[in-house]
Nanobody
Framework: QVALVESGGGLVQPGGSLRLSCVAS????????MGWYRQTPGKQRELVAT???????DYADSLKDRFTISRDNAKNTVYLQMNGLKPADTAVYYC???????????????WGQGTQVTVSS
């Protein structure tokens, strides 16, 4: 199993920045796509950004100008740099990882516990 631990959330004023981190840990696994999703009360979880092993990225159209996803494969870590934050960005942000234990086992998904981001003056 792969466990994900997120950090970096918090309270920030409009226009400010935050950097989220998510570290994957476990025994004997290979990580493929990593990403971030977010969710607000009463709404479905939505895609923020994903990044492949080869660092190909995909963003929600409304966020690509302000958010940047990156990863450090050696550290099994994915980052989300968020700039120009708006109150509408307030949400719980979840890390998402696709992985497999070996080449012959199926691709699996793990989610982090979520980190709260609040944008408010």
């Amino acid at each position: 199993q792969v466990a994900l631990v997120e950090s970096g959330g918090g309270l920030v004023q409009p226009g400010g920045s935050l950097r989220l981190s998510c570290v994957a840990s476990g025994s004997s696994f290979t990580i493929y796509t990593m990403g971030w999703y977010r969710q607000t009360p009463g709404k479905q979880r939505e895609l923020v950004a994903t990044i492949t092993t080869g660092r190909t990225t995909d963003y929600a159209d409304s966020l690509k100008d302000r958010f940047t996803i990156s990863r450090d494969n050696a550290k099994n870590t994915v980052y989300l740099q968020m700039n120009g934050l708006k109150p509408a960005d307030t949400a719980v942000y979840y890390c998402h990882v696709r992985w497999r234990a070996s080449i012959v086992t199926p691709l699996r998904t793990s989610w982090g516990q979520g980190t709260q981001v609040t944008v408010s003056s």
